[in-house]
């Protein structure tokens, strides 16, 4: 199993442009989400899924939309990039039968400028 | 919704010493409690986790401890070793099983 991936690794985007980052699992897990993580301020809940077709916002859901239309892909997408959405973007997933322990993915560093 | 408070904020040890971290938590539905390590440049990863009917759990030189009523849980590190040396996390999950809120983490640093 390859497990959670994610692309691109790194990305620099420009004010105003948009870009969908990547999240894949093969674990056929039901849960999958999204979270930024900034210097000192942990791991924030972007957007969240409970299974395919549905989706729900999490603390910090403005500026991005997801999607998901099968289970293993969860991508998120940023609408129109802004120099406050300069993070590292993490995707994960977990399932019940494992007692809802997540499995992240390697990261995305994105720099907005 | 939930909020998760951890203290402190960094750590500082030397090797052979123990490691405690602290979080709170503020809704009383929460029912499940990982830990997580984050190394450099990688994702968080699971090293223990507890539930709501459990009070103590523990893997070789890690324990984690429960207290519902103050509603707070402790990650407890015995003899550290500088591989020890990384971020850690507390988070806590309620009745939405999609949900989890982290604490802001704690930068543990093994002197050898």
């Known amino acids: 199993n390859a497990g959670v991936t994610q692309t691109p690794k790194f990305q620099v985007l420009k004010t105003g442009q948009s870009m969908t980052l990547q999240c894949a699992q093969d674990m056929n897990h039901e849960y999958m989400s999204w979270y930024r993580q900034d210097p000192g301020m942990g791991l924030r809940l972007i957007h969240y899924s409970v299974g395919a077709g549905i989706t729900d916002q999490g603390e910090v859901p403005n500026g991005y939309n997801v999607s998901r239309s099968t289970t293993e892909d969860f991508p998120l997408r940023l609408l129109s990039a802004a120099p406050s959405q300069t993070s590292v973007y993490f995707c994960?997933?977990?399932?019940?039968?494992?007692?809802?322990?997540?499995?992240f993915g390697p990261g995305t560093r994105l720099t907005v400028t | 919704g939930e909020n998760v408070e951890q203290h402190p904020s960094t750590l500082s040890v030397q090797e052979g010493d123990s490691a405690v971290i602290k979080c709170t938590y503020s809704?009383?539905?929460?029912?499940?409690f990982p830990w997580y390590k984050q190394e450099l440049g990688k994702g968080p990863q699971l090293i223990i986790d507890?539930?709501?009917?459990?009070g103590e759990k523990k893997d070789q030189r890690i324990a984690v401890t429960l207290n519902k009523t103050a509603k707070h849980f402790s990650l407890h590190i015995t003899e550290t070793q500088p591989e020890d040396s990384a971020v850690y996390f507390c988070?806590?999950?309620?009745?939405?099983?999609?949900?989890?809120?982290f604490g802001d983490g704690t930068t543990l640093t093994v002197k050898p």
């Open positions: 988070a806590a999950k309620g009745t939405n099983a999609g949900k989890s809120t």
């Open positions: 994960a997933s977990s399932y019940r039968g494992a007692g809802y322990e997540q499995y």
């Open positions: 507890i539930r709501s009917n459990v």
């Open positions: 809704d009383s539905a929460s029912n499940y």
